[in-house]
């Protein structure tokens, strides 16, 4: 009886259970997207319904949560990826790997691949572009594809992975004092499990090992083994990277976790290294050419454009040339000249200065979700399933404006599945609201307990109680006093090199 009792908060989930067998019953989700919209919509009021319930529950509720997580993600399992096509790039990447041949040197369009062509290489976009997928997602791949049903298999490998993040997001509230109730807002959270459950993205791997990370590195820090964590996310998707000095910091022993995480990483990247002769030909060309729906990108190029920028830099690099004789040398730059890549070089500054900026955290959590998202802001390309990396951390602190922005970010499948450009109006109704949310908090709100003279707690318990009794929003996760958001990445527009991708669906994210 006392065990029915913990779990019975999970009957909670019933609203987003209904959602979501509604989705199951409208199945092809793309060619539905209003109806697939107005169902999303309805699951995340239900989630506004539910999750401060879940936090007052009068008992432990992390044993329901898991509960009400895999009941949410069960009808979406049997969805056709239909809202994006990644998962038949998996599936293809895991049978090149399982057949001995190197998918980080062989785009899928290459000839010595054509014994293995069959119907999912027929529906693979970019069949130009070899994979960008670290190792570890790699073998995950290769283990799918030599399953009796590899998309149904992978799917739930994914899933599993979900659920084990969930998982370990309710140890870390605990861990901080935090009602278990409160994760909620992941892992009952609609967009995460309409992108793992419903479309099978890896993005799930990479999260689950990161969460696990931060947990190992909270009081009594195991820098160890959260290294070895923080390698596995690495060689899951390149996102926690970034975020290996600020954890190395944190650990209180920094010589060891970053012998476990690069040590790790090195290990299996290196073979990787010597096939391609260096960066993987894949990452470049979606570095290069990738774009879309990047909340500061997609302006920033704008007003290059605008205020002629490329044509005044080859201008200047003309005068170069004539000034030191050198031409060859400069030659090849120019047909990186468009807005487009300019702004790229400028935002990738900004995620450098985001990973400087980061070293000043003690906090994991929050300078994890900080980092996260500004590195997402300063993306070229930010699709909905981008979000997984940044949720988890808006949950425990409760964050309005992330948190919204993982409802709002669904419109982004319009445009999309019509196969045009971010349109501006569902480029304003995406982060519009979610760029007043935080210019309103840094206007108007304190953070918990903050006076005239008051100062941050840096003592975990401190941070515990402010976790515990703030009631919307913490700590700042922007540069700023207060407030702010937490902060990953083509378009044929003139002026920029050939196979440049327009659109999101089927590129290699």
Not at 259 to 270: D, E, N, S, W
Request: include cysteine; hydrophobic fraction near 55%; aromatic fraction near 10%.
């Amino acid at each position: 009886m006392p065990g029915r009792r913990r779990l019975a908060p999970a009957a909670l989930a019933w609203p987003l259970v209904a959602a979501n067998l509604g989705l199951l019953l409208v199945f092809d989700l793309a060619r539905h997207m209003a109806l697939t919209l107005a169902l999303l919509g309805a699951a995340f009021l239900g989630l506004l319904f539910v999750a401060s319930r879940l936090e007052a529950a009068p008992v432990p509720a992390g044993g329901a949560i898991i509960l009400g997580a895999l009941l949410v993600r069960l009808p979406l399992l049997p969805l056709p990826p239909t809202l994006s096509d990644d998962v038949l790039r998996y599936l293809w990447d895991g049978k090149v790997a399982a057949a001995g041949m190197n998918p980080y040197a062989l785009a899928p369009e290459a000839e010595k691949l054509t014994p293995l062509r069959d119907e999912i290489w027929r529906n693979l976009p970019h069949k130009e572009v070899p994979t960008v997928y670290p190792p570890l997602s790699l073998a995950a791949f290769s283990i799918a594809i030599r399953l009796p049903f590899p998309m149904p298999a992978w799917k739930l490998m994914a899933t599993g992975a979900d659920l084990a993040a969930c998982w370990l997001l309710v140890l870390t509230a605990l861990r901080l004092g935090l009602p278990a109730g409160r994760t909620a807002w992941y892992a009952w959270n609609p967009l995460v499990a309409l992108e793992v459950a419903g479309m099978g993205h890896v993005d799930a791997l990479g999260v689950a090992a990161v969460v696990a990370a931060v947990l190992l590195l909270l009081p009594r820090s195991r820098p160890l083994a959260a290294g070895t964590a923080a390698a596995a996310g690495i060689l899951a998707k390149l996102v926690p990277l970034a975020a290996l000095p600020m954890w190395a910091r944190q650990s209180g022993r920094p010589g060891r976790f970053l012998a476990a995480a690069l040590g790790l990483t090195a290990v299996a990247a290196l073979p990787v290294v010597a096939a391609t002769g260096g960066i993987p030909p894949g990452l470049v060309t979606y570095g290069v050419s990738w774009e879309f729906n990047g909340p500061l990108f997609e302006p920033l190029w704008r007003l290059l454009d605008a205020i002629h920028a490329a044509p005044a830099l080859a201008r200047g690099l003309d005068h170069l040339k004539t000034l030191t004789g050198i031409y060859h040398g400069l030659n090849p730059l120019y047909p990186y000249l468009y807005p487009q890549f300019l702004a790229k070089l400028l935002l990738a500054a900004g995620m450098a200065a985001a990973v400087v900026l980061s070293l000043r955290e003690r906090d994991p959590v929050a300078g994890t979700g900080r980092l996260f998202g500004r590195l997402l802001l300063c993306s070229a390309t930010v699709y909905p399933w981008y979000l997984l990396w940044v949720l988890p951390w808006a949950a425990l602190r409760r964050d309005v404006a992330w948190l919204a922005l993982s409802g709002l970010i669904l419109l982004s499948y319009l445009p999309q599945l019509a196969g045009v450009a971010l349109w501006p109006w569902v480029y304003l109704g995406i982060w519009g609201p979610f760029f007043g949310m935080l210019w309103w908090r840094r206007r108007y709100e304190r953070p918990f307990g903050a006076g005239p003279h008051s100062h941050p707690s840096t003592h975990p318990a401190g941070e515990r109680g402010a976790l515990r009794h703030s009631s919307a929003n913490f700590l700042p996760l922007l540069p700023g006093r207060v407030g702010g958001g937490m902060g990953e990445e083509g378009r044929g527009d003139e002026g920029q090199p050939a196979g440049s991708v327009d659109g999101p669906d089927g590129g290699p994210t």
